[in-house]
């Protein structure tokens, strides 16, 4: 992948959709609902709010993690397993919302962990 802060072209996303509410789904289960997201140019991400399976925590997903957004069933894919979610670096909104060095931390842990298949 070029650049995980991109959506794919193929992930059938459409231009003012709000993805708030969203049940996201890695490859392996349901990992939470869509929080926050943002459709920047270079700077694509949706921020996942796990609940309970892993105490609530948020986390940060590039877009280029998205496989594929389901605008039917209010559903995003991502090619990423439960666990490395679980394992990705914590998302606080009020510190790493705007801060560069917490998304390059973030574009590494993503850009390395092997791709799920979905």
């Known amino acids: 992948m070029n650049d995980i802060w991109s959506y794919r072209l193929t992930v059938g996303r459409l231009e003012g959709v709000d993805l708030t ?9 349901t990992i939470g609902k869509v929080d926050k997201h943002s459709h920047e140019t270079d ?4 921020v996942v709010d796990t609940g ?8 940060l997903l590039p ?8 605008t ?16 990705s670096p ?5 510190t ?8 390059q931390a973030v574009g590494g842990y993503w850009g390395d962990a092997p791709l799920g298949r979905y």
Not at 21 to 29: I, P
Not at 52 to 59: A, H, M, S
Not at 78 to 87: A, L, M, P
Request: aromatic share 12%; charged share 35%; no cysteine.
């Open 21 to 29: 509410g969203y049940k996201v789904e890695a490859v392996d289960g």
């Open 43 to 46: 700077a694509s991400w949706i």
């Open 52 to 59: 309970p399976w892993i105490f609530g925590r948020e986390v």
């Open 63 to 70: 877009a280029g993690t998205i496989t594929r957004i389901d």
């Open 72 to 87: 039917a069933e209010e559903k995003v894919y991502v090619n990423r397993t439960k666990e490395q979610v679980k394992d």
């Open 90 to 94: 914590e998302f606080v909104r009020d």
């Open 96 to 103: 790493h919302l705007d801060d560069a060095s917490y998304r």
